[in-house]
Nanobody, 119 residues
Framework: QVQLVESGGGLVQPGGSLRLSCAAS????????MHWYRQAPGKQRELITS???????NYADSVKGRFIISRENAKNTMYLQMDALKPEDTAVYYC?????????????WGQGTQVTVSA
């Protein structure tokens, strides 16, 4: 079984920064595409950024130029550097990953971490 655990959320003032981490743990697995999603109160969960195991990235327009996704494959860890945060970035942030264990490729979710942007 593979687990994804996020950390790094919290309360920050508008214009501030936060760095989220997502660590995959388990045994005998390989992580492929990784993603960050977020879900604001009363809204649907949305994909905001993705990174391949080769390092290719893409971003939603809402975070482009402010957020940077990265990963350390040796540590099976993904990061999200969030700068110039806005109140509308307030949401629960989830990591998501495609993970191969044995012959099976499955999709996993983390438990989520709250990010609140408020003065």
């Amino acid at each position: 079984q593979v687990q994804l655990v996020e950390s790094g959320g919290g309360l920050v003032q508008p214009g501030g920064s936060l760095r989220l981490s997502c660590a995959a743990s388990g045994s005998m697995f390989e992580v492929y595409q990784m993603h960050w999603y977020r879900q604001a109160p009363g809204k649907q969960r949305e994909l905001i950024t993705s990174i391949s195991n080769g390092g290719s990235t893409n971003y939603a327009d809402s975070v482009k130029g402010r957020f940077i996704i990265s990963r350390e494959n040796a540590k099976n860890t993904m990061y999200l550097q969030m700068d110039a945060l806005k109140p509308e970035d307030t949401a629960v942030y989830y990591c998501n990953a495609d993970v191969k264990t044995g012959w099976a490729l499955r999709n996993y979710w983390g438990q989520g971490t709250q990010v609140t942007v408020s003065a």
